[in-house]
């Protein structure tokens, strides 16, 4: 394993630190580490395997970085809210390997864990909560699928937008081939399967896992004119693909949202995203939680990262829900408000009652990362928790 390090000019602000880790993984292949210090200047050092020569490394890092964080003094995200929580005796260290020790969450896979005991109970109590809280907005229930048509990101943007982070499924080609040579793979497998030999659809997938609640709603008013704003919700568990930024609880694969979803005319959908930064403010505030809302951005591939941050920012399409972690100093979105604008209505051919496209705008709260913010501001014993508000019984 080799280290390469480089300078950038700094300090970078945090989330633009945030933005490099995740990216830098894409540069090439056989990087296992990305490190981005807060000093001036902000110092980069990554690991790998050394499959490529420092001096080419160097070069597609230093332009990748660039593309990252330009324009990142320009506009930085703004807080818009503080909670104001005061917490008595937060946990002193990283509550994971305690959930760990304790059987209440074990890993799975990278990025993916079983839940038990209080922790999975929390995340139930609270999405109950959430959901009863959302029905005050005059919501819908419906239930949405985790494995979509490609046709669906392709037509909304994701794909190739967020490609890097999708989760494409593949099945065996029908044949008695395939089923031999997956047979004699598992044979030799040890933990792991090489299936490269193995014929699939690996080539063409047919089916993508959902990355965000929302997606495969707006296809299911394609071609509409809506006689006035459309307000559901749903909780489902997407998926991200995040390489080496996958984290324990903080950054995973699979997680469970939910979600509350507006389509409608321009005016009905911006007053209701006024009443969404509100209520996700009030949320922070009545669940206990320690934390900001504030302007934010989603991530893009390298070469969009920056424009799209810049645009995000100084229009306020989106806000993130953030929660402190005390045991480190960190923070930790928990949940976010967005407004897409007329993209998904113009994307979907669906328009509002005049005739405009469409507007539609959702609010999301990621129930793993909530409940990862209570255990860390308010520790393990359940009895402490502002579990009132939850809806989950003390003492459990």
């Not at 949320?283 to 504030?294: A, H, W």
């Not at 941050?309 to 930790?332: C, N």
């Not at 328009?351 to 990862?372: K, N, P, T």
Request: glycine share 10%; proline share 6%; net charge negative.
């Amino acid at each position: 394993m080799t280290s390469l390090r480089f300078e950038l000019p700094g300090p970078l602000p945090a989330d633009v630190r945030d933005l490099l880790r995740g990216h830098l993984y894409w540069v090439a292949p056989g990087i296992s580490r990305v490190a981005v210090s807060d000093g001036d200047p902000a110092e980069v050092v990554v690991a790998h395997d050394g499959g490529i020569g420092d001096g080419e490394l160097l070069a597609l890092f230093g332009k990748a970085a660039r593309d990252v964080v330009a324009g990142a003094a320009a506009f930085a995200p703004k807080v818009v809210g503080h909670s104001g929580v005061v917490l008595a005796a937060p946990m002193p260290d990283d509550p994971l390997p305690h959930l760990v020790e304790r059987g209440w969450a074990r890993e799975e896979a990278s990025g993916s864990f079983t839940y038990g005991g209080p922790l999975a109970g929390a995340m139930e109590a609270l999405d109950a909560t959430l959901r009863r809280r959302i029905a005050a907005f005059g919501a819908a229930d419906i239930l949405l699928p985790s494995l979509l048509s490609p046709a669906t990101l392709l037509t909304s943007g994701s794909l190739p937008s967020a490609g890097a982070s999708a989760n494409y499924v593949f099945h065996l080609q029908e044949s008695v081939t395939a089923t031999e040579r997956l047979a004699a793979a598992c044979a030799e497998a040890d933990g792991r399967l090489e299936m490269s030999s193995v014929p699939s659809t690996s080539g063409s997938p047919d089916t993508v896992l959902t990355p965000a609640v929302c997606q495969p709603f707006y296809r299911t008013l394609a071609g509409r004119t809506l006689d006035g704003p459309l307000l559901v919700t749903a909780r489902a568990t997407c998926y991200r693909y995040e390489s080496g930024a996958t984290q324990g609880l903080r950054r995973l694969r699979e997680f469970r949202v939910r979600e509350l979803v507006c389509v409608g005319p321009e005016e009905d959908v911006l007053a209701l995203r006024e009443r969404l930064l509100d209520f996700a403010l009030l949320s922070l505030r009545e669940l206990g939680i320690l934390g900001t809302v504030r302007t934010a951005y989603d991530p893009f591939f390298i070469d969009t990262a920056a424009r799209m941050r810049m645009y995000q920012l100084a229009f306020g399409l989106k806000h993130e829900l953030v929660a402190a972690l005390p045991f480190d100093g960190s923070e930790l979105a928990v949940g976010s408000v967005n407004h897409h604008g007329d993209h998904f209505g113009r994307a979907w051919g669906v328009r509002a009652q005049d005739g405009r496209w469409a507007h539609s705008c959702c609010m999301g709260f990621g129930l793993e990362r909530w409940a990862y913010a209570l255990l860390a501001q308010y520790g393990l014993d359940s009895r402490r928790w502002p579990t009132a508000a939850w809806g989950y019984p003390h003492g459990s």
